[in-house]
């Protein structure tokens, strides 16, 4: 990971994650009127004057709070500053000048890190307010006008940080990287899980669901390979959802499992097998992308020598729509089986994104016809002339034959179980399309 970093930080409601944003160009942070919404750290591309670099949005710093969640935003804020290049100071021209502004940028200065000092909300046109100048008092410079919401001086503010930066660096775009969304209902252990695999606290965990409310994107490279991993906020049922914060949560999640290659599908031990896990499930399954269940808590359940197998049964019968999908017994906390989960999703990418030629799949359709007859109905019987590979993510097979209403659902499974068996799909769902010869 080569690219610079600049850290968006300051106090709560100022604008952070409006100029986050605004600076790379989509609504990648949620942003709302509540002060403390972002609580992790969120990662964004920018591209400016034919430099590249990442842009972090942090959750707003208040140095001298005992609340939990604030205590650890200013952990997560303060591992951002820890990482970054350079840092944007973002205050308010509204509220002007408060003692958390003084606090945050004597924190700044301890850093040594070059800091930009930006005075958001500066929506007017001409001379600045009066109450800009007061800004000069936290001794970081000249302050920099900028409007997030509009977009005004945005441009002076990425000048400004890019000249404190040394760009010599070489990025290129790695395609052997993995991307694993970590999805499931709150409080199943997702941010744990992600944590322990990054050995730091790369998100907040906390017994209160619905802790994590952005997408948060994590780099992993180790024995198994890379992996982008992506912590998400727990999907809940749509009737227990109240607020806009968590229904943008949900739709981040979405998101995310849609950019995915691999959904890891965290099931909670303690708790059990759920409809709203099944639900869960059916998102990543419906994206075509290749799952695994994870059951998590392992650790705390009293186990004798037949449990794992009647939850694997349990796990059978709630999961049958998606058979395919290993099952790995985990605990976040302990690290119990984080190996074999990485090898899962080695093995279920590398499952996905599997070609098989023509030659071989008509070969392996001559055995299983011959093996088992086609359907027939009132004389007429089911003729499959050959098929192909259309597509990979997931693997996608065309059969062409004399009549696709022949071609029943039970048959369709039987050639499915036999591609599976041959090619060793495991961990990837797989598309099958039936079409009549000359059907386009």
């Known amino acids: 990971m080569n690219k610079p970093v600049i850290?968006?930080?300051?106090?709560?409601?100022?604008?952070?994650?409006?100029?986050?944003?605004?600076?790379?160009?989509?609504?990648?942070?949620?942003?709302?009127?509540?002060?403390g919404v972002t609580r992790d750290r969120i990662y964004g591309d920018i591209e400016w004057c034919g430099k590249s670099a990442f842009v972090v949005d942090t959750g707003g710093i208040e140095p001298k709070s005992d609340d939990v969640i604030l205590v650890q935003m200013r952990r997560q804020a303060q591992l951002a500053i820890d990482t970054a290049n350079a840092i944007i100071l973002v205050t308010d021209l509204k509220s002007g000048l408060v003692a958390t502004d003084m606090d945050v940028a004597q924190m700044l200065q301890k850093s040594g890190k070059p800091v930009v000092l930006c005075v958001n909300k500066c929506d007017g046109v001409?001379?600045?307010?009066?109450?800009?100048?007061?800004?000069?008092?936290?001794?970081?410079?000249?302050?920099?006008?900028?409007?997030?919401?509009?977009?005004?001086?945005?441009?002076?503010?990425?000048?400004?940080?890019f000249e404190c930066i040394d760009f010599d660096?070489?990025?290129?775009?790695?395609?052997?990287?993995?991307?694993?969304?970590?999805?499931?209902?709150?409080?199943?252990?997702?941010?744990?899980?992600?944590?322990?695999?990054?050995?730091e606290e790369r998100c907040i965990v906390s017994d209160i669901a619905g802790t994590t409310r952005d997408t948060i994107d994590t780099l992993v490279e180790n024995k198994f390979g890379k992996f982008n991993f992506t912590d998400t906020a727990g999907l809940r049922r749509q009737s227990k959802i109240y607020d806009n914060i968590e229904k943008y949560s949900i739709?981040?999640?979405?998101?995310?499992?849609?950019?995915?290659?691999?959904?890891?599908?965290?099931?909670?031990?303690?708790?059990?097998?759920?409809?709203?896990?099944?639900?869960?499930?059916?998102?990543?399954?419906?994206?075509?992308r290749a799952c695994i269940l994870a059951v998590n808590?392992?650790?705390?359940?009293e186990k004798n020598d037949k449990t794992m197998q009647e939850f694997k049964k349990k796990l059978d019968t709630d999961f049958a729509f998606m058979s395919y999908a290993p099952k790995v017994f985990i605990s976040a906390k302990t690290g119990l089986r984080i190996d074999k989960l990485f090898e899962c999703i080695v093995l279920s990418n590398e499952a996905a994104n599997r070609r098989i030629t023509t030659g071989m799949l008509n070969e392996l359709l001559a055995q299983a016809t011959t093996r088992v007859q086609p359907p027939s109905d009132k004389g007429k019987r089911l003729k499959i002339f050959y098929m192909t590979q259309a597509s990979v993510k997931p693997p996608t097979?065309?059969?062409?034959?004399?009549?696709?209403?022949?071609?029943?659902?039970?048959?369709?499974?039987?050639?499915?179980?036999?591609?599976?068996e041959t090619f060793a799909l495991e961990g990837t769902p797989v598309k099958i399309v039936i079409r009549e010869r000359g059907e386009k």
Request: charged content about 20%.
């Open 7 to 35: 850290a968006i930080v300051g106090r709560p409601n100022v604008g952070k994650s409006t100029l986050f944003n605004k600076l790379i160009g989509q609504r990648l942070s949620i942003v709302d009127d509540t002060p």
């Open 126 to 161: 001409g001379e600045p307010d009066a109450n800009f100048y007061e800004f000069y008092n936290l001794g970081l410079g000249d302050p920099v006008q900028v409007s997030a919401v509009h977009g005004h001086g945005t441009g002076d503010l990425l000048d400004r940080a």
């Open 169 to 199: 660096y070489s990025m290129e775009e790695d395609e052997t990287i993995i991307n694993v969304a970590v999805i499931g209902k709150p409080n199943a252990g997702k941010s744990s899980l992600v944590n322990k695999i990054t050995n």
């Open 251 to 288: 739709l981040r999640a979405k998101m995310a499992i849609e950019r995915s290659d691999v959904c890891v599908i965290m099931i909670d031990a303690s708790v059990g097998v759920t409809e709203q896990d099944t639900k869960v499930a059916g998102l990543a399954h419906d994206a075509g």
């Open 297 to 301: 808590k392992w650790d705390a359940i």
């Open 397 to 420: 097979f065309v059969f062409f034959c004399n009549n696709a209403q022949l071609f029943h659902f039970s048959y369709q499974r039987y050639l499915e179980n036999r591609i599976r």
